[in-house]
Nanobody
Framework: QVQLVESGGGLVQAGGSLRLSCVAS????????MGWFRQAPGKEREFVAR????????YYADSVKGRFTISRDNAKNTVYLQMNSLKPEDTAVYYC?????????????????WGQGTQVTVSS
């Protein structure tokens, strides 16, 4: 079992930056791929970014590539999402997720563990 708690959301102007954090409980954090998803009102939850267990491999949705950076610190059981050049269309609840699979999976139904979410609002 993995429990995830996100933080760092808030209100920011377009062009600004935010850094999300997700702290995981449990001793097996380093064996999970970690990811970020987001869900805007009336829309499906969508994939944002993924990082493998070691941090050596990352993958991004095209909509955030070049603006967002996912990273992890296994010693702190924490995964981060640095979000730069934010746009109003980035407004959503952002969720941290954990996946024990070694395969790259971007569908939210494939991920096993979820945090409660943190709101990110980007004003124009």
């Amino acid at each position: 079992q993995v429990q995830l708690v996100e933080s760092g959301g808030g209100l920011v102007q377009a062009g600004g930056s935010l850094r999300l954090s997700c702290v995981a409980s449990g001793r097996t954090f380093s064996s999970y791929a970690m990811g970020w998803f987001r869900q805007a009102p009336g829309k499906e939850r969508e994939f944002v970014a993924r990082i493998n267990w070691s941090g050596g491999s990352t993958y991004y949705a095209d909509s955030v590539k070049g603006r967002f950076t996912i990273s992890r610190d296994n010693a702190k059981n924490t995964v981060y999402l640095q979000m730069n050049s934010l746009k109003p269309e980035d407004t959503a609840v952002y969720y941290c997720a954990a996946d024990p699979s070694l395969r790259l999976r971007v569908g939210h139904l494939d991920w096993d563990y979820w945090g409660q979410g943190t709101q990110v609002t980007v004003s124009s």
